[in-house]
């Protein structure tokens, strides 16, 4: 085996795809690409589905809210908010 100082080695195309974001398969087979992306369709098209059954926030109506509680207006219990959301999350 020749050693020589060639500016090419076997470890450019793996430099040159760093930070691409490929997985190794999806660099060693343009159809391993589509199957992954495919993929990641089948798991984020439920999930975008359900957001969009979402309502839009109010954005000006959070921020009237926002300025009711500066100016105390509206009261705040932490606590009690702290305890419905354990409620919810655990179903007691």
């Known amino acids: 085996m020749r050693i020589n100082n060639s500016t090419y080695s076997d470890n450019t195309a793996v430099t040159q795809t760093m930070g691409t974001g490929l997985t190794e ?13 495919s ?3 089948a798991i984020l098209s439920p999930a975008a589905a359900e957001l969009d059954k979402l309502p839009e926030v109010d954005l000006g109506r959070v921020a009237e809210i926002k300025a009711a509680l500066s100016r105390g207006e509206i009261n ?7 305890t419905l959301i354990e409620r919810y999350h655990t179903g007691r």
């Open 25 to 37: 398969a999806a660099l060693i087979s343009p159809l391993a690409t589509i199957k992954e992306a």
């Open 39 to 41: 993929m990641q369709s």
């Open 76 to 82: 705040f219990n932490a606590s009690k908010l702290a």
